[in-house]
């Protein structure tokens, strides 16, 4: 799903970078270059990207020496989505997610578009105008409501790191009785559930540190560059944290025929086996691999007693350590 909405939303900001006539037109490594702040792709994907765009949108390609250049013809920017239905109906379904992710000013760069998208479905009086009251996507398990961010901080914090600037915000810690100010060095930003994180280092403090949008306030971007030379990879980072898989594991466990009906269904993994048990009951053994995550620990939590963990040895350890301490809550 990620993937998906990558695509989109590159292309879109692609979309936003050709200019409307009379206007110079932009060339293609121009676009590829500026995309690359904040989508970073091959140059040969920015040029697939135009060519197949090109069919639905109105804008054409004009020659420039060796280069391509591309223009919107006049008057045809604003109304991109009314040319097609389909485009349309997909700016409408990708809005919420776009909103939680893209930087602001991008964001606000396509926000239009979204309105003339809705516009188009209800003057064309298309069949797939309905298509939004008629489908939802639901969560697979328990929502907490989404944290309130401010909107100057989201905006000061992704131009900050799209243009690597230092910005000053006032941070209030859990643990603290105030926010306190600090000046941030913005590293990588992390969407886990509802909940925004930012990786930066704070004031004169060079190991990098979570911090949660949420408790921001009052951010201002200042003139100053972040160290580039700090050594910093942000898939590295928040592996430390469970957030990403530490690996695969091979999972043995016996489960309930409630389970096993479900996973016949829904498999865990594409290596996943379901046989019966040969103790006379109705319970099965499940052999798959999975990726070594707290997530995947979550879902065995949440399968409670009908499940029952014999492998890998330091999730049973695990299983068994929190299963103590929650019946001493309950003695």
Same mark, same amino acid.
């Given at each position: 799903?990620?993937n998906?909405?990558?695509?989109?939303?590159r292309r879109?900001?692609?979309l936003?970078?050709?200019?409307?006539?009379?206007?110079?037109p932009?060339?293609?490594?121009?676009?590829?270059?500026?995309?690359?702040?904040?989508?970073?792709?091959?140059?040969?994907?920015?040029?697939?990207?135009?060519v197949?765009?090109?069919?639905?949108?109105?804008?054409?390609?004009?020659?420039?020496?060796?280069?391509?250049?591309w223009?919107?013809?006049?008057?045809?920017?604003?109304?991109?989505?009314?040319?097609?239905?389909v485009?349309?109906?997909?700016?409408?379904?990708?809005k919420?997610?776009?909103?939680?992710v893209?930087?602001?000013?991008?964001?606000?760069?396509?926000?239009p578009?979204?309105?003339?998208?809705?516009a188009?479905?209800?003057r064309?009086?298309?069949?797939?105008?309905?298509?939004?009251?008629r489908?939802r996507?639901?969560?697979?398990?328990? +929502?907490?409501?989404? @944290?309130t961010? =401010?909107?100057?901080? &989201?905006?000061? !914090?992704?131009q900050?790191?799209?243009?690597?600037?230092?910005?000053?915000?006032?941070?209030?810690?859990?643990?603290?009785d105030?926010?306190?100010?600090?000046l941030?060095?913005?590293?990588?930003?992390?969407?886990?559930?509802?909940?925004?994180?930012?990786?930066?280092?704070?004031?004169?403090?060079?190991?990098?540190?979570?911090?949660?949008?949420?408790?921001?306030a009052?951010?201002?971007?200042s003139?100053?560059?972040?160290?580039?030379?700090l050594?910093?990879?942000?898939?590295?980072?928040?592996?430390?944290?469970g957030?990403?898989?530490?690996?695969?594991?091979?999972?043995?466990?016996?489960i309930s025929?409630?389970?096993?009906?479900?996973?016949?269904?829904?498999?865990?993994?594409?290596? +996943?086996?379901i046989? @019966?048990?040969? =103790?006379?009951?109705? &319970?099965y053994? !499940?052999?798959?691999?999975?990726?070594?995550?707290?997530?995947?620990?979550?879902?065995?939590?949440?399968?409670?007693?009908?499940i029952r963990?014999?492998?890998?040895?330091?999730?049973?350890d695990?299983?068994?350590?929190?299963?103590?301490?929650?019946?001493?809550?309950?003695?």
């Amino acid at each position: 799903m990620s993937n998906d909405y990558s695509t989109f939303a590159r292309r879109m900001e692609m979309l936003r970078m050709i200019p409307e006539e009379p206007l110079t037109p932009i060339t293609t490594r121009a676009i590829w270059e500026k995309l690359n702040l904040s989508f970073p792709c091959h140059k040969r994907t920015v040029e697939r990207d135009l060519v197949e765009l090109s069919q639905h949108y109105a804008y054409y390609c004009t020659e420039q020496g060796r280069s391509q250049a591309w223009s919107f013809m006049k008057g045809r920017k604003e109304l991109a989505p009314t040319s097609n239905a389909v485009i349309a109906l997909s700016y409408i379904q990708a809005k919420p997610y776009l909103e939680q992710v893209l930087p602001a000013e991008v964001y606000q760069g396509i926000e239009p578009q979204f309105m003339e998208a809705e516009a188009t479905l209800q003057r064309h009086g298309s069949h797939l105008s309905t298509w939004p009251d008629r489908v939802r996507v639901l969560p697979g398990m328990k +929502q907490l409501h989404k @944290p309130t961010v =401010d909107t100057q901080v &989201w905006a000061t !914090l992704t131009q900050a790191l799209l243009l690597g600037k230092k910005f000053t915000a006032q941070y209030a810690k859990r643990s603290a009785d105030h926010p306190k100010t600090l000046l941030f060095s913005p590293l990588g930003m992390v969407s886990k559930g509802n909940i925004h994180y930012l990786i930066a280092t704070a004031n004169q403090h060079t190991n990098p540190v979570i911090f949660a949008l949420h408790r921001m306030a009052n951010a201002a971007l200042s003139d100053d560059n972040i160290d580039e030379n700090l050594q910093f990879n942000i898939d590295d980072y928040i592996s430390r944290f469970g957030w990403t898989p530490a690996g695969e594991i091979i999972l043995e466990a016996d489960i309930s025929p409630e389970v096993a009906y479900l996973l016949g269904e829904t498999p865990l993994s594409q290596t +996943q086996e379901i046989t @019966p048990l040969d =103790d006379g009951s109705d &319970w099965y053994r !499940l052999v798959a691999t999975i990726t070594d995550d707290q997530e995947s620990k979550w879902w065995v939590y949440g399968l409670n007693r009908n499940i029952r963990v014999t492998s890998p040895s330091h999730w049973v350890d695990e299983f068994k350590d929190t299963t103590r301490q929650m019946l001493a809550l309950y003695e």
